[in-house]
């Protein structure tokens, strides 16, 4: 089971890049779950998933945190076989079979932080990674910026994705990004450089980045991305009809194929 955490500054590309690799990877027959840790909760919209449908881990009808907790702590209340039960409730049928978690949102004025679901998507993980063979790949899309490395969600996962806009603002938080995700022990980390004009503007972020045997790629600016975004559809439904070139897809289809070797 391979886990991936996706970061990167506000609008950069991640749930774009994520979710179509998801998919890529699902069609391809790999068991894939993808957690959206984005409060604004973009990911299941982009699988094919109305809001409205989302039973999100913030509610916690089943008492997950409460029986996780007491598993990590050696104090199992209920068996493997319930836990699992459990977790199920929570997994939505997305897009071409990934299973989707969303962890959830702040539901009101002042109704508090996001710490307790961001713990329980954590023991979640830990619960799926140490108790379970049901997937392949673990991919969490995060809120914008460096909140959820900082809360040690992602610690000793094996790859961190980070995304980046071609701008220094944008760079500098995939900077910040690396060195929390090398604190926390993640095994790999690949910086994608997105709506980039050409494969050229990796060297110079490189440069800025100061790579030590991480790895770089390159999405290209895209407009289909934007026009299917426009129509609430996702980018791989776009192309399906489409005669275009998929000029952002075919550079996916090249840091899937990464990812998956990484
Ligand atoms: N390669 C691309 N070419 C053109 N537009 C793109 C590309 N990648 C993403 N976009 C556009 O950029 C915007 C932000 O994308 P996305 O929602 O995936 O970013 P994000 O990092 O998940 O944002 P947030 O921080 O709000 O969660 C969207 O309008 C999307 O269509
Ligand atoms: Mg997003």
Do not use: W
């Not at 993808?34 to 109305?50: E, F, K, Q, W």
């Not at 039973?55 to 996780?68: G, M, N, R, V, Y």
């Not at 079979?97 to 998507?121: A, D, K, Y």
Request: charged share 25%.
């Amino acid at each position: 089971m391979k886990r991936i955490i996706f970061t990167g500054k506000g609008g950069v590309g991640k749930t774009t890049i994520l979710s179509t690799v998801a998919r890529l990877l699902a069609v391809e027959g790999h068991r894939v779950l993808v957690v959206d840790c984005d409060p604004s909760m973009n990911l299941a919209m982009s699988l094919g998933i109305p809001i409205a449908q989302v039973i999100a881990l913030a509610e916690d009808k089943s008492h997950l945190q409460e029986t996780l907790g007491a598993t990590l702590d050696d104090r199992p209340k209920m068996s493997n076989g319930e836990i699992t039960l459990a977790i199920r409730e929570y997994i939505i049928q997305a897009a071409d079979g990934v299973n989707l978690i969303v962890m959830g949102t702040v539901p009101h004025g002042g109704s508090g932080c996001l710490c307790s679901p961001i713990t329980l998507v954590k023991f979640l993980i830990n619960y799926l990674t140490s108790n379970t063979e049901e997937f392949d790949f673990i991919m969490v899309d995060s809120q914008a910026g460096v909140e959820i490395l900082g809360r040690g969600l992602s610690a000793e996962f094996d790859l961190s994705m980070v995304i980046t806009e071609p701008t220094p603002k944008s760079i500098e938080v995939a900077k910040h990004s690396m060195k929390l995700s090398r604190d926390l022990g993640v095994k790999k980390q690949m910086v994608i450089v997105n709506m980039a004009e050409d494969e050229g503007e990796c060297q110079s972020i490189a440069d800025a980045l100061d790579l030590n045997g991480d790895l770089i790629d390159v999405v290209r600016y895209d407009p289909q991305v934007v026009e299917a975004d426009k129509k609430g559809i996702h980018l791989l439904d776009l192309l399906s009809t489409s005669n275009s070139s998929p000029t952002a897809l075919q550079d996916i289809l090249r840091i899937k194929k990464r990812m998956e070797a990484d």
